[in-house]
């Protein structure tokens, strides 16, 4: 019950009270499977495999030990561990009786072949899959592989067939909010952007819960964002924050605002927004925005602040390379145009060591700078 309401935290705590408190119930594997269904819905999927394993070594007459093998495949998958979960899902196919196992088995495996670079494979299965009807239960899976997988070699029509008959014939599928996403992507790129909106629109309003949610939201904000209609486009941005404020891409959002705020001249908004975009993380995208808080502090005149932010990218955020480079000839400028000639020839010196446009232009200074 407490899974089905989504309090995975609490349901976690009360299968594992089971566990210690009732050490001889019978209900002990039942527990265990449980508790890997819900540490693989949280996203910890080494918690997961270890309670697959206890059921597979300490219950060998447990019914779910087919099961189990097969969940344990499905969470080494997800935590990026193809090979050992091809490794898996290939002994089941070959010993286990349950043919809805083995189906199971053969879907996964599928998307291992797809991950890992053998399309050929997994072409192969899942054609042979989508034409056995003890299959059925998978289509909507099978056909969101193949709309990913034309959509990827550009075959669009093609791919726009797979995900369409998703949304029209398993509307209720988990898959659904998938095929929307991939529809969305398929008319941005056959130059449709209306439609394209319409289908990211789809699932925030018809999946709310699903984790492309967000991810369409900022789609429809980035789209609107590069046709220039910034405030339709900070609307949109705005809304990811408010409806989904522990998102992973929050701040992915706030840096949108921020961009378009700097393009209009709002400085001092804009650097808020930037503020509240940054993360401790040592990012690419910590980095640029980094700079463009120094380089909005550079517009308004602001020189002293500007030059303190954009030192700040290379000590805080030194992998965003490209960035380093930028704000240190920034710096450099600012320093030069101040006079304060030592400070501005040694920025030039350490950028000089390097490559690159920015290693080039360094050298040119020191040169006019003798």
Not at 167 to 177: D, G, I, K, R, T
Not at 195 to 206: A, L
Not at 280 to 297: S, W
């Amino acid at each position: 019950i407490l899974r089905k309401k989504g309090r995975t935290d609490v349901a976690i705590l009360a299968f594992r009270s089971l566990q210690i408190n009732f050490s001889q119930s019978n209900l002990r594997d039942k527990a265990l499977y449980q508790l890997g269904l819900l540490y693989a819905e949280k996203g910890d999927y080494e918690s997961s495999v270890s309670q697959y394993d206890r059921i597979l070594e300490d219950f060998p007459e447990s019914p779910l030990r087919r099961e189990a093998l097969l969940k344990k495949a499905d969470s080494l998958y997800n935590s990026g561990d193809y090979a050992s979960s091809e490794t898996i899902y290939k002994k089941v196919i070959k010993s286990a009786s349950n043919k809805d196992l083995i189906l199971k088995a053969k879907y996964h495996l599928g998307w291992v072949y797809y991950k890992t670079g053998r399309e050929g494979h997994a072409l192969d299965i899942f054609k042979k899959m989508l034409g056995d009807r003890a299959a059925s239960s998978l289509a909507p899976g099978i056909k969101l592989w193949f709309g990913e997988y034309y959509y990827n070699h550009g075959e669009f029509e093609k791919a726009e067939r797979y995900l369409f008959d998703i949304l029209e014939n398993y509307p209720a599928s988990v898959f659904a909010p998938d095929a929307a996403y991939w529809l969305g992507w398929v008319f941005y790129d056959k130059g449709m952007g209306e439609e394209s909106i319409e289908y990211f629109s789809r699932i925030p309003d018809k999946h709310p819960e699903s984790k492309w949610a967000p991810q369409a939201i900022l789609t429809i904000g980035d789209i609107l964002k590069k046709d220039k209609k910034y405030p339709e486009a900070i609307i949109r941005y705005e809304t990811l924050l408010r409806k989904y404020p522990a998102s992973g891409i929050t701040n992915i959002a706030n840096n949108r605002i921020g961009t378009i705020l700097k393009t209009q001249e709002k400085y001092d908004l804009a650097i808020e927004y930037f503020r509240i975009a940054l993360t401790g993380e040592n990012t690419e995208l910590n980095a640029q925005t980094q700079f463009d808080i120094g380089e909005c502090y550079e517009y308004e005149g602001k020189k002293d602040e500007a030059v303190e932010e954009y030192l700040k990218v290379e000590y805080m955020y030194p992998r965003g390379v490209f960035w380093v480079m930028r704000s240190s000839l920034k710096c450099a400028g600012i320093l030069e145009e101040q006079g304060k000639s030592e400070k501005a020839v040694a920025l030039y010196r350490k950028l000089a060591s390097g490559e690159g446009k920015e290693a080039e232009y360094a050298r040119e200074k020191l040169k006019w700078l003798k």
